[in-house]
């Protein structure tokens, strides 16, 4: 047994350190970068709500922290059912102001005063990063919803954070 455990720890030294070889060529996401993303987008939020013109703000949004313009971006948002997930600009916009698909309402136009992140835990790996936990908005009446989120994250040829994975949905509360 002690000859497993060895060798199993020598094989996880091994990968650890080539993987740590390989990531010192990439610059690594940082905690305070990942948190740094996770305010400008509640900030987002919060500004299509209070904009006059909604639809340029989060466009606006959605150019600067989502990668769709680097590759797939999965996004599933907190309310939706018929068609549950965004896989380009326009639905995402069609979720956040309302537009392209029916059932949506215009999720950010509610307005929100704030939005605050409660990460449970945030994985990076070199130029790639998730995060997990909840995230709470505050309603004009000072109500806060709490909802279940997974962001990923990956950094676009100017270094900057993009959400490549955006997971949210109401806590489950069984019957």
């Known amino acids: 047994m002690r000859k497993l455990l060895a060798t199993t720890a020598l094989i996880v030294l091994t990968a650890t350190s080539a993987f740590a070889a390989e990531c010192g060529t990439h610059h690594k996401i940082t905690k305070d970068e990942i948190l740094a993303a996770q305010k400008a987008w ?6 299509i709500g209070a ?27 907190t309310k939706t059912s018929v068609v549950e997930f965004r896989d380009t600009k326009e639905e995402a916009l069609s979720y956040f102001v309302t537009g392209k698909e029916p059932e949506d309402k215009g999720f950010a136009l509610a307005p929100f005063t704030k939005v605050r992140f409660d990460n449970k835990g945030i994985i990076i790996d ?10 709470y908005f505050t309603k004009m009446d000072g109500e806060e919803i709490k909802v279940d989120y997974s962001f990923g994250y990956v950094e676009d040829k100017n270094g900057h954070l993009k959400i490549d994975l955006h997971h949210s949905s109401l806590p489950y509360k069984p019957e």
């Open 42 to 47: 509640g900030d987002g939020i919060v500004a």
């Open 51 to 77: 904009a006059e013109d909604h639809n340029k703000t989060a466009m606006e949004l959605i150019n600067t922290l989502y990668g769709y313009d680097i590759g797939p971006v999965l996004f599933k948002p």
């Open 126 to 135: 070199c130029d790639s990063a998730l995060a997990q936990g909840n995230y």
